[in-house]
């Protein structure tokens, strides 16, 4: 028998957001594991961050999309969440599919965290069960939250209230990776104790590259035939990456001093990092690149690019850059990413990466492990550069061992999810019976 789940995302295609692709990918292969998925977004054409239509194109076929009323951040910009913007309107759809019965299970992803108390609000009005799936943490001690009356400081403080509020009678807590969703649970042990809790990468869709292939389109931001070595970081640069990206920028100086004629070739680009999604200005990477100085060898793009141009350009460099976090639970989907692309990754991550093994199973690139205090050292990283750039030449992709890369898939994800779902349900309906 088909279920239905009202999967409720802030963000879906056409966004160019990363939080926008969990939906995207789990309503692709729902239905293969009994679950027929309503995706429940607000409306694209209030979105801030520029569309990409192409993304639409990789949305399944037929699939029930519901844009729910989204406030317009002009001609008054009173807030920019989408959560926020959203929310009402989604909580309407989603009254309408509960009051007709035509929803079965609610499963909000965040971000945006201001959407996770939707699923609590059905739940407690039409007896739905609910559950939140945490693509990052919600409540984060990010830099600044301890200055009072400071962004941060406000945001922090707020996520503290709602998230266990919003958890509070969940029947399914779902994340990218334990470490999403640890400190929630240690906060809210009575929420560890009744909820389903199941964990699953984003993961790889072949699919989306098969798409990119039929383009032809040729990269703007490099030209491959121009004899240098391209490597490209594509994705937000999270505060706790930024320690990660000044070691990443030494081993650069380190490598112009011991072989100038490999670092004289090394372009490296970065795309998507800047303040805000959208701002030409917002440089984050190069002012950081010129200080250490090797800003020759580094070009930043700060506002991000479309996806699927994102994942031409990886396809099309010489090699994918993936730079983590001195938080542990932290594994970047750009990885998934750069092994798909079939060209090699280099990699700095922490050590307790779920991405670490991965790559190194899959023989897919170099990777270097750090720790919440130590950085590899500058020369290591210089070293394990120019290893890289030596062996790029001779890198083929069809010797790379896929073998265990299907349980990393966006297919076994959903089935993972799925499972997930089932035990919810059961356990919700057998707590109904008299």
């Known amino acids: 028998m088909t279920r239905r789940v009202a999967l409720v995302s802030g963000h879906f295609?056409?966004?160019?957001?990363?939080?926008?692709?969990?939906?995207?990918?789990?309503?692709?292969?729902?239905?293969?594991?009994?679950?027929?998925?309503?995706?429940?977004?607000?409306?694209?054409?209030?979105?801030?961050?520029?569309?990409?239509?192409?993304?639409?194109?990789?949305?399944?076929?037929?699939?029930?999309?519901?844009?729910?009323?989204?406030?317009?951040?002009?001609?008054?910009?009173?807030?920019?969440?989408?959560?926020?913007?959203?929310?009402?309107?989604?909580?309407?759809?989603?009254?309408?599919l509960a009051a007709a019965r035509d929803v079965?299970?609610?499963?909000?992803?965040?971000?945006?965290?201001?959407?996770?108390?939707?699923?609590?609000?059905?739940?407690?009005?039409?007896?739905?069960?609910?559950?939140?799936?945490?693509?990052?943490?919600?409540?984060?001690?990010?830099p600044g939250v301890d200055r009072p009356f400071t962004r941060a400081w406000g945001s922090y403080r707020l996520a503290c209230l709602l998230e266990p509020w919003a958890v509070r009678d969940a029947a399914l807590i779902t994340g990218m990776a334990p470490g999403y969703v640890a400190g929630m649970l240690e906060r809210n042990p009575a929420v560890a104790s009744h909820a389903v809790v199941a964990f699953m990468p984003m993961g790889t869709a072949p699919e989306d590259f098969e798409l990119v292939g039929t383009l032809h389109r040729p990269p703007f931001l490099f030209d491959p035939g121009d004899g240098n070595f391209h490597m490209i970081y594509a994705g937000a640069l999270l505060p706790a990456g930024v320690v990660v990206l000044d070691a990443f920028l030494a081993g650069l100086r380190a490598l112009r001093d011991s072989a100038p004629a490999i670092a004289a070739r090394l372009r490296v680009h970065f795309v998507g990092t800047g303040?805000?999604?959208?701002?030409?200005?917002?440089?984050?990477?190069?002012?950081?690149?010129?200080?250490?100085?090797?800003?020759?060898m580094v070009s930043e793009h700060p506002h991000r690019i479309g996806y699927v141009d994102t994942l031409n350009h990886l396809e099309r460099s010489n090699a994918v850059l993936v730079l983590g976090s001195t938080e542990a639970h932290y594994t970047p989907s750009k990885v998934f990413q750069g092994m798909l692309s079939r060209r090699p990754v280099f990699a700095m991550l922490h050590v307790e990466s779920t991405a670490v093994e991965m790559i190194r199973t899959a023989r897919a690139g170099r990777v270097m492990t750090l720790t919440e205090t130590a950085m590899p050292d500058p020369a290591a990283v210089a070293r394990e550069i120019r290893a890289l750039s030596e062996e790029a030449t001779a890198y083929d992709a069809r010797f790379v061992d896929t073998s265990g890369f299907e349980a990393y898939s966006a297919r076994e994800s959903t089935r993972t999810l799925a499972g997930a779902l089932d035990l919810a349900l059961e356990r919700q309906q057998g707590t109904r019976r008299p």
């Open 13 to 96: 295609p056409p966004s160019n957001l990363v939080g926008a692709h969990r939906a995207r990918l789990w309503s692709r292969y729902l239905p293969e594991f009994g679950w027929e998925p309503i995706v429940v977004t607000g409306d694209p054409a209030k979105y801030e961050e520029r569309p990409d239509p192409d993304l639409e194109r990789l949305v399944a076929p037929g699939l029930r999309v519901i844009h729910a009323p989204t406030l317009s951040t002009r001609p008054i910009r009173l807030v920019g969440d989408i959560g926020v913007r959203a929310f009402w309107g989604c909580y309407r759809v989603l009254a309408r």
């Open 104 to 142: 079965d299970f609610v499963l909000v992803t965040i971000p945006s965290n201001f959407l996770g108390p939707v699923g609590r609000l059905i739940h407690r009005r039409y007896g739905v069960p609910f559950g939140i799936d945490y693509q990052d943490p919600w409540v984060n001690r990010w």
């Open 275 to 296: 303040t805000s999604p959208d701002d030409p200005q917002g440089y984050r990477v190069l002012p950081r690149a010129k200080q250490a100085g090797v800003g020759e």
